[in-house]
């Protein structure tokens, strides 16, 4: 089959590699009827390491399921699947709690030696937890939204509930990529009075109002801490999503928090320590956050996208073919694309 790998920064080849096949009883093979460029892709793509091997790179998709491990009972060849971006067994004590992400059998897809979603075909690990099966079609206009639950809407929803965002909140959105953006969506669904989004591109700006954004906050550092205590009475969000993973976007989260408020990181960090300790004991501040347990929220927000509440797959502004991922990789990085689909 056909599948993308990166070798290092910058590196992003097509090639031909062995088709996966099932190597545990209880796996799947599906093949992938869409995939996606994340922005965490982004952070190999700058650096990377030159290897020989290459990384095989992708960990949202949506596919069919062409064949099953013997030890497989709840999905079924033919099945239109969700696969989040961690496998998880679905049986062990954090599974049942909802913490897919810290399974005990789990994992995440686009390591080294597992295959990943940038590809024609992905052999998935533990498919009765892992997979969640869809009803819709493999030309359905919703698959954009659909895809979404592999990763940026799971993930946007993790913020917000790890932000305690609720009825009558004022909330912030640090970032205006994809996650932030279905963060936007996520806190609107839950209820939030006030949204304000911290982001400079206009283009982006307009999607987080039509998602259900209040304000927005384009300044930076003190500037934009000053800017959201004027626009929430003086005190700040009561929940903040860090959606960005860098020590700015962290320090300005906690700046802009309220006392008592919640910060909710699930931009994936490029700092060692995080920031604002002080601030963030003399204000009270939670912070928490991680890897979004993805597969435990497909079923909430399913129904939303399934009924036309939520349009998440909005944040797509451009399909290629897996000849055109390099080039998504590119006009990601340089922001001229949003978000990239892969239709393999
Ligand atoms: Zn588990």
């Not at 290092?8 to 062995?18: H, K, L, T």
């Not at 399921?65 to 013997?70: K, R, T």
């Not at 971006?85 to 679905?90: L, Q, V």
């Not at 809407?153 to 790890?162: E, L």
Request: hydrophobic share 40%; aromatic share 6%.
């Amino acid at each position: 089959m056909r599948a993308i790998l990166m070798y290092g920064a910058g590196e992003v080849r097509i090639e031909n590699v062995p088709d996966p096949r099932i190597e545990e009883p209880t796996d799947a093979i599906i093949r992938v009827v869409r995939a996606s460029i994340c922005g965490s892709d982004l952070w190999p793509y700058n650096d990377l390491p030159t290897s020989e091997t290459g990384r095989p790179m992708g960990h949202e998709a949506i596919g069919i399921v062409e064949d099953v491990g013997a030890e497989v009972r709840n999905i079924e060849p033919g099945d239109l699947v969700v696969m989040p971006f961690a496998f998880s067994d679905g049986t062990c004590a954090f599974c049942r709690e909802g913490l897919h992400t810290a399974c005990v059998h789990g994992g995440f897809f686009d390591g080294y030696g597992l295959s990943a979603a940038q590809a024609e075909a992905v052999r998935v690990p533990y498919a009765d937890g892992t997979l969640y099966t869809i009803p819709a079609g493999e030309d359905d206009a919703l698959l954009p939204s659909l895809l979404t639950l592999s990763d940026v809407m799971g993930t946007g929803h993790h913020a917000a509930v790890v932000a305690n965002v609720a009825p009558g909140h004022r909330v912030a959105v640090v970032g205006d990529g994809a996650v932030g953006l279905c963060g936007v969506i996520a806190a609107k669904r839950l209820g939030a009075e006030q949204i304000l989004i911290m982001g400079r591109h206009a283009d982006r700006i307009a999607l987080a109002r039509e998602f259900g954004a209040t304000d927005v906050v384009s300044e930076r550092g003190g500037e934009a801490v000053e800017r959201v205590r004027e626009l929430t009475g003086g005190h700040g969000a009561h929940s903040v999503l860090e959606c960005v993973g860098t020590a700015d976007a962290m320090l300005t989260s906690i700046e802009i928090a309220r006392p008592g408020g919640a910060v909710g990181r699930v931009g994936v960090p490029h700092y060692d320590t995080i920031p604002g300790a002080a601030q963030t004991f003399f204000k009270n501040v939670i912070v928490g956050g991680g890897p979004a347990p993805a597969r435990a929220y497909i079923e909430e927000l399913l129904t939303d996208i399934l009924d036309g509440t939520i349009e998440p797959g909005r944040v797509f502004d451009r399909t290629v073919d897996l000849d055109g991922v390099p080039d998504g990789y590119r006009a990601m990085d340089e922001r001229e694309a949003l978000k990239v689909m892969v239709k393999p």
